[in-house]
């Protein structure tokens, strides 16, 4: 991909890009922000600053690391807008009526739409930034080094976060009837 940049072919350089990352870009946002269509502008948001970054990679960390930390702000800016245009339509209405979470894939069986569900539920009662965490760990497969470097917190201290959520967790799925996969 990079190497596509460098000589020029920035437009094959950029679908190899989408074609390798864009799925888990478009899962992570998924999770954060909790609309398809928020998720969906949070990929395209992450692919446009990318494109118009990559001149300036300077490859101090991996190139999925720096895309993770991409969408994980635009994502953080896309939940921050939506708060404020609820506020606005509460004082406005009175009233806001809940977004659906995200269009399931129609490939889906019952039982993972289910574990889906359950997940969804139990990473919603983690607070934004212990989920935010998770989801860079488990969901996107950072090192706690690299998160650390995202978040500006110590990898120890999220190591232990953590440490202590993922008990919670699954605690919490057990509760809801979901069966671990695994």
């Given at each position: ?82 708060a404020r245009i ?11 009526s809940n977004a ?83």
């Amino acid at each position: 991909m990079l190497r596509c940049w460098r000589q020029g072919d920035k437009d094959r350089a950029l679908r190899l890009l989408m074609d390798t990352y864009g799925h888990g870009v478009l899962a992570y946002a998924r999770r954060m922000v909790r609309e398809e269509d928020a998720a969906k502008d949070v990929r395209q948001q992450t692919f446009l600053e990318v494109w118009r970054g990559l001149d300036q990679y300077e490859a101090r960390s991996s190139l999925w690391t720096w895309l993770c930390a991409i969408v994980r702000n635009r994502s953080v800016d896309q939940v921050k807008r939506r708060a404020r245009i609820s506020a606005r339509e509460i004082s406005a209405e009175g009233d806001v009526s809940n977004a659906a979470l995200e269009t399931p894939d129609p490939s889906m069986t019952a039982n993972s739409l289910s574990q889906r569900d359950a997940l969804s539920h139990c990473l919603d009662k983690l607070p934004g930034a212990l989920r935010e965490q998770v989801l860079l760990r488990c969901h996107l497969g950072l090192s706690y080094d690299e998160i650390g470097a995202i978040v500006g917190e110590p990898a120890g201290t999220i190591q232990v976060r953590i440490a202590r959520a993922l008990p919670k967790l699954r605690r919490c799925l057990e509760d809801q009837g979901a069966n671990d996969p695994s």
